[in-house]
């Protein structure tokens, strides 16, 4: 366990995703493909559409700057989320807070590019397939 923080507590009550969303899983090889991951870096910072610039509140390294941002450089926030849910949350947002819903402002090729970028934050900045036994089994609605 490590310290406590307002994103982890989050995490532990995922909340149902759309049917809409099911099925819907990182391309083969993706995590790990440079092409993707460079182009999930223009996505994150700005350079594919300036009015979605994830790095405003989630930092150039995963650092957050939004309150109420997790930070993405620690494993545990992140592990957690199956590639269904961690896509949904991008593309729907989350209510109620400064994380808006992406997707029409950015395709879902870019939204699983920015994934698997997001994901080197927690991997000591490099490639990593993530850990998907430690995933919290997706709940749909
Ligand atoms: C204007 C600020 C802002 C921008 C821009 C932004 N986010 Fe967020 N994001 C937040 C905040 C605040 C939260 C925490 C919401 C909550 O769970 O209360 C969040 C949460 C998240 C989460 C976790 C969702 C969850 O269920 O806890 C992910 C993943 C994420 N953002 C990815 C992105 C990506 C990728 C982009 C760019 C496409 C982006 N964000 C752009 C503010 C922002």
Known sequence: MGTPDVGAAKLKAQVAIPKKYEGKHMPEGGWTDPKLIARGKEVYTG?????????KCHGKKGKPKAKGARDFRKAANMEKFSDTYWFYRIADGVPKTLMKGWLGKITEDDIWAVMAYENMFSHGGKPAVPDKSKWAAPKFK
């Not at 350079?47 to 790095?55: P, R």
């Open 47 to 55: 350079k594919v559409n300036k009015k979605v610039k994830c790095s």
